[in-house]
T-cell receptor
């Protein structure tokens, strides 16, 4: 079946540090890939997405590139801020059916001054 | 900005009781979903709903679960006889269309269900 694997958290960084959160997937076919973010007390918000191989999704300084050859979609940001502290979820989805999303376990990011 | 809302934010119930979790999807959306996240585990798909019918359901979504769109705005998840293992955060989501690529799903803040 389809699955998403994310690096374990929590990840603790100092402000302005470089962020990488690893995400790899297993899927039959060619899914679309997503990063969702959950700030404390809030719902899941779509951060970025990529719908085909070699696409780069970007938003708010975050970016991720859909790598079919390594089945990966790693999230990166060049300089994190305290306000980026949240839980980040990698997910995949297909067209057809109910368009369900398959999520990873989430990675908590803590950014300190 | 339109958003998905869910009520209540926290529900405590006794084992064997029925609970109804409520969601108001974004008003022009056509597709509705429920997911759950048991503490420390993955966000899991439960069910998707379109045109007043279930489109797809997971193996978790057994006969104890049901969904309904009782009016033009609400989307509910009912658990008929709760079990301890139903304790989780339940997320509602909606999307506008099944685009050729998987559509963006917009999530509510979740309802934390605690079964005692």
């Amino acid at each position: 079946g389809n699955s998403v694997t994310q690096m374990e958290g929590p990840v603790t960084l100092s402000e302005e540090a470089f962020l990488t959160i690893n995400c790899t997937y297993t899927a039959t076919g060619y899914p679309s890939l997503f990063w969702y973010v959950q700030y404390p007390g809030e719902g899941l918000q779509l951060l970025l997405k990529a719908t085909k191989a070699d696409d780069k999704g970007s938003n708010k300084g975050f970016e991720a590139t859909y790598r079919k050859e390594t089945t990966s979609f790693h999230l990166e940001k060049g300089s994190v801020q305290v306000s980026d502290s949240a839980v980040y979820f990698c997910a995949l989805g297909f067209t057809g059916g109910g368009n369900k999303l398959t999520f990873g376990t989430g990675t908590q990011l803590k950014v300190e001054l | 900005e339109p958003e998905v809302t869910q009520t209540p934010s926290h529900q405590v119930t006794q084992m064997g009781q029925e609970v109804i979790l409520r969601c108001v999807p974004i008003s022009n959306h056509l597709y509705f979903y429920w997911y759950r996240q048991i503490l420390g585990q993955k966000v899991e798909f439960l069910v998707s709903f379109y045109n007043n019918e279930i489109s797809e359901k997971s193996e978790i979504f057994d006969d104890q679960f049901s969904v309904e769109r009782p009016d033009g705005s609400n989307f509910t998840l009912k658990i008929r006889s709760t079990k301890l293992e139903d304790s989780a955060m339940y997320f509602c989501a909606s999307s506008a269309s099944r685009s050729r690529a998987a559509p963006e799903q917009y999530f509510g803040p979740g309802t934390r269900l605690t079964v005692t």
